[in-house]
């Protein structure tokens, strides 16, 4: 591993927001490495205090005093300009790399980066890349954007020439990455607070694959009309997957009790092998294709694919099971666009239960905006919907949309729908609601979940 960019260990790297998902890792790979480390973060949390075990200074609350003796500073694209710690950076001239350039060097490091970009579903296809790894013994360098069992959280440290990540398209980040192989799961209107329209997020991904060297890969979805356009103008190698459509295809599909699906894998009409996964949802096939394409660029036995893919039971919040209580069976889903919650829904009605019940909370003003009248389509497969106020993460309130205004929306398409207001207002709900053979499911970005983790504790 190498990192040109730092050439001395004794220099000092802080992290603004160092107990977020993405640059936890980042941190982690450098205490690896022998570098000192040091960050802040608003709260305190099981990711900041493992990072403080690895021997990071570790501060509660951003304050300028924070910087002592620093030589770099990492932040994010979420960290406010007028940030205390940021502004001190700058008055004392000391050199400032966002979160997305900084691991673009790091990827500079490894010979083989992997870099899982989409609209959807990067956290379960880099999750499954990494079983698919671990299971060959590459000793990959990891950076999930969940907590995944395999590694015992969103990181691991490996000492090889493999890194693997997920690429976010947000504000380009992905751009400054340094892939030898790139995945475009899908391409859908998103984060429409930075790009124009879905043409702009289109040629933010062909900008994506171009910076993808001649000799390394870029796999598509072979469905995706606006990502098959990219592969076919791809100037490097090129792999595509889909049900019916790409190299790489799933046939003979049977799905069990639990929704999880059984199929043949073929490659180029020619049988290479079945397999049987242990998570539901047709969503997941592709997913599952989509790894298998890695595996296969990585020249990775079969048997280490079957087996990589078999012990995949999701990231956190990924449909991951709560809990059971009187007969209910309690999930949480980390979806939050329309395309993600019909995929849930979709795989939540495989599932043996009487009725469903979605606890749903919209993730961002500009999100519910600009997506509104997708919203209002999303939810066909519930039973009811109950809606929370919306989830606010990096925006403030300025009027522009309200869950209350979404509801009547939603009402007016014949979807049984009720606004709920807090937490507690939504689990006193559903209790007086969900009975034996229900299936209540939480779903959204933000802090959704414990609305079924205080029905479970009632």
Do not use: W
């Not at 919306?390 to 049984?416: F, P």
Request: one cysteine or more; aromatic letters at 8%; a negative charge.
């Amino acid at each position: 591993m190498s990192f040109n960019f730092i050439k001395d260990k004794n220099k000092k790297v802080h992290f603004i927001g160092i107990g977020g998902i993405s640059m936890s890792g980042l941190a982690a790979v450098l205490l690896r490495e022998g570098y000192k480390v040091s960050g802040s973060d608003a709260k305190e949390s099981e990711i900041t205090n493992r990072l403080k075990n690895e021997g990071a200074e570790i501060y509660i609350g951003h304050d300028s005093s924070n910087l002592k003796d620093v030589d770099l500073v990492v932040y994010t694209v979420a960290i406010p300009s007028d940030n205390p710690e940021l502004l001190e950076a700058q008055r004392k001239n000391i050199i400032l790399m966002d979160r997305a350039e900084f691991l673009g060097k790091i990827m500079l490091g490894h010979k083989y980066g992997v870099a899982v970009a989409g609209t959807h579903g990067k956290t379960t296809c880099t999750s499954m890349v990494s079983h698919i790894t671990l299971k060959a013994h590459l000793d990959p360098t990891i950076l999930v954007g969940g907590d995944l069992d395999a590694i015992n959280g969103n990181f691991r440290v490996g000492n090889s020439e493999y890194f693997i990540t997920e690429a976010c398209e947000y504000k380009e980040s992905f751009l400054k990455f340094s892939p030898f192989i790139g995945i475009i799961l899908n391409i859908d209107a998103d984060h429409l607070d930075y790009y124009r329209d879905i043409n702009h997020i289109q040629e933010t991904f062909e900008k994506f694959a171009s910076i993808i060297p001649s000799n390394g890969y870029l796999v598509g979805y072979a469905d995706d009309e606006r990502v098959m356009s990219i592969i076919n103008n791809a100037k490097c190698n090129i792999l595509s997957y889909g049900i019916e459509k790409g190299n790489i295809t799933a046939k003979n599909i049977t799905f069990n009790v639990n929704g999880c699906a059984t199929f043949d894998v073929f490659k180029d009409n020619s049988k290479m092998f079945s397999i049987s996964l242990n998570v539901p949802g047709k969503h997941n096939i592709l997913n599952a294709l989509s790894s298998i394409c890695i595996g296969i660029i990585l020249e990775i036995p079969e048997k280490d694919i079957i087996d990589g893919l078999s012990a995949f039971k999701n990231a956190h919040k990924r449909f991951e099971l709560k809990g059971h209580k009187s007969g209910i069976t309690v999930i949480d889903d980390y979806a939050h666009h329309p395309a993600e919650i019909k995929a849930t829904l979709s795989t939540a009605k495989k599932i043996p239960h009487k009725s469903v019940y979605c606890v749903f909370q919209p993730h961002t003003y500009t999100r519910t905006k600009s997506l509104f009248s997708d919203f209002t389509e999303a939810f066909n497969d519930a039973d009811e919907l109950i809606l929370m106020d919306i989830y606010a993460a990096r925006e403030k309130n300025t009027g522009l949309v309200t869950s209350d205004e979404l509801g009547e929306a939603i009402r007016a398409k014949g979807i049984h729908c009720v606004n709920v207001h807090s937490h507690e207002e939504a689990v006193k709900y559903v209790k007086g609601k969900v009975s034996d053979g229900d299936l209540l499911i939480t779903v959204g970005a933000g802090d959704v979940v414990k609305v079924g983790e205080l029905f479970l504790e009632e």
